[in-house]
């Protein structure tokens, strides 16, 4: 681990000195792109992160929603993109045990897991499905062996990820406001290290996830160990109870070195601290080496004297490691010692805030062509187009991943995967509805409008259970910052995100930003990944059995708008053309109505339309609901398009409702009150997929037939090759 020659030259000038070999790799761990931010966080500020729901408290590691009835809400989300990409299964795992950890430091139990996957080609490359299938199974393990259930994600395959594996963990938690950790501290105040033991896995892991991946280095991944972590969680609540926790925070990225430096920094206190009297699983390490451990399943919490014996009783009680390795002072100072020898001697706020980046950023040149659409060859046999495209992996079924992950667990989960959006029963008699939502082919094309679709397309997603939005969580991931194009994207993305959560006042409550995002092909597209929290103040929309009779009514506008598209990019083979925008006042307008549809019960089940655009969306209720539906293209609501559009384009806003025929006008004077677009274009019955223009058969498959195609070729394709 090592600073840049100008990062050591100011370090020296803060410090007044040259610093020992223990500082530099304290802040050179702390002053990483994984743990600083140094490159993003100037411009992060701009995104609205405030609103009447939003709790603030200093030193943080989730963000906080007050959901009412004395409860809250907690959640975070994280990356571990390279450690996944070297060692899928532990990888993966560790990424769910730092974000449950986020979530427990609050002092909130965490109460469900969402993953977000993305791999290379896995119809033609071996490695992908080799990382695909270990990252799946370490995620089940891990959340399966905590008792925490996964109830959703997403996952993508493209070739930009060749040899290389995005995986991002998102995690819930809840709790009683009265029982938030409110982290203060005074001088005297014990530090206590919580867990595991610390040894020599992970040793430069946020150095690692902060350069492009290069070399397979093992040794900086994680080794997880679920069960220990289980009870870290019924320990740490249990202290929360006897209120023995003054402040606490994860050891994460850069281990003791950042939860040291920042927790300090937060609560403007000092602490020194004894490396011998860290709990190791080595007896021979050196204090650089405890310093920067990122060995997993460890939280580092102040409490006072006298609460000191309680909180040992209490680890001794779980079989929990736990040791006193040093105490509060107030001269704002780090100091870390192995007995009376010192090691490192900094003041906190210079180790804990890296001097920030301003990088220069420029417009990709790709982007200036990128625009133009060819003329595509024409499609002869659409059935066929279609039982090809229900097989692929982006549109193929996802229950063999969400099948292996327990999501019963908790006897919360009302909305189970394989919905639009997952819902969560808390205890004050509300729904927490929640779901992420990524799209790496839109935003190559327009990294703004491509991060507002993926924004909005995770709020339609809660729509569709009859929440409302109420907050944002932001993963950022890209390649090389320094490279001044790739850096452009990043902020276009991010304008883009800060423009809809400011017009549909959503607050952003937490992110991460993963940057160094590189395959030896290059950088990968822009993938911003975003998380929705909704609330639903009375009851969620369970979806129904759709039944003969009943009516499909389109909400939203198809637009020509193919670029970015399954359609193009799966059975085209082509990159480009215009992507899909996000009208904001239309967007609001349906969201508003299709909510107030469901309030008064008028719906079945609502579907939002998205990749690979209506043909897919329409099957996928007939799939899940075994049953047929003849939709009627020019019926669809929009300007006037070949069939190949009406069927395929991605347009945004738009929604699918199964409405039974008694409730059709009162439905219709709801959309019509809110001025939406919309129109009654099918009717479920029979044994048959069927898309008719006119007189004209365009689609034409059976149910039972399409249906075996979509739930077994991603296992198949997997499991066989």
Known sequence: MSLESQELEELKSKIGRNPTSTEL?????????????????????????????????????????????????????????????????????????????????????????FDGLRFGNIEKDQQARWLFKNAVTGIADYGNCLGIPTIGGEVEFDGCYENYALVDVAAIGFGKKENLIKNHSK????????????????????????????????????????????????????ARNQKLIHAMKDLGGGGLSCAISETADALEIGIEMDVAKVHTRESDMHPDEIMVSESQERMLIITGKDKLKRLQDICKKFHIGCSVIGRVTSDNKMHIKKGNRTFANLPTDVVANATLLDLPSKKPIYLDSIEKEKKL???????????????????????????????????????????????????????????????????????????IGCFEEACRNVVCTGAKPIGMLDHLQFGNPKDPEIFWTFLESLKGLTDFAKFFKIPCVGGKVSLYNETPKGPIKPTPVIGVLGLIEKNPLISKKISDGDSLVMVGNTKDEMGGSEFF??????????????DFDESKNNMNAVLETIDNQLVKSAHDCSKGGLAVAVSELCLINNVGCKTLLGKIPGEKLEVDRILFSESHSRYLLVVEKKNIKELEKILQKHKTVFANIGKFGGGKIEFTHGTKSIIDLRVDKAQKTWLNSLRDLVLHG
Not at 55 to 79: M, N, P, Q, R
Not at 388 to 402: D, E, H, R, V
């Open 25 to 113: 790799q304290i802040v050179a761990a702390e002053w990483s792109e994984h743990c600083s931010y140094k490159s993003s966080k100037k411009h992060l500020k701009m995104l609205p992160m405030e609103g009447p729901l939003v709790i603030t408290e200093k030193g943080y590691d989730s963000g906080v929603l007050d959901v009412g009835g004395g409860y809250v809400v907690t959640a975070h989300i994280e990356s571990h993109n390279h450690p996944s990409a070297v060692e899928p299964y532990g990888g993966a795992a560790t990424g769910v045990g730092g974000v449950i950890r986020d979530i427990l430091s609050a002092g909130t139990r965490p109460i469900a897991i």
């Open 187 to 238: 001088k005297g105040d014990l530090v206590v290290l919580m867990g595991g033991s610390t040894g020599r896995d992970g040793i430069g892991g946020s150095q690692f996830a902060s350069d492009s991946l290069e070399s397979e280095d093992r040794s900086a991944v994680q080794i997880p160990d679920p069960f220990i972590e289980k009870l870290i969680i019924e320990a740490i609540l249990e």
């Open 377 to 451: 060859k024409s499609i002869s046999d659409y059935s066929k187009l279609m039982i090809k495209f229900l097989a692929s992996p982006n549109i193929a079924s996802k229950i063999w991943i969400y099948s292996q992950y327990d999501h019963e667990v908790g006897i919360r989960t009302v909305v189970k995967p394989g919905r639009d959006a997952s819902v969560l029963r808390l205890d004050n008699g509300k729904f927490l509805s929640a779901k992420i939502d990524g799209n790496p082919k839109h935003c190559f094309i327009n990294p703004r409008e491509g991060a």
């Open 569 to 582: 990019e799966y059975i085209h083979k082509f990159v480009g053309g215009k992507c899909p925008i996000v």
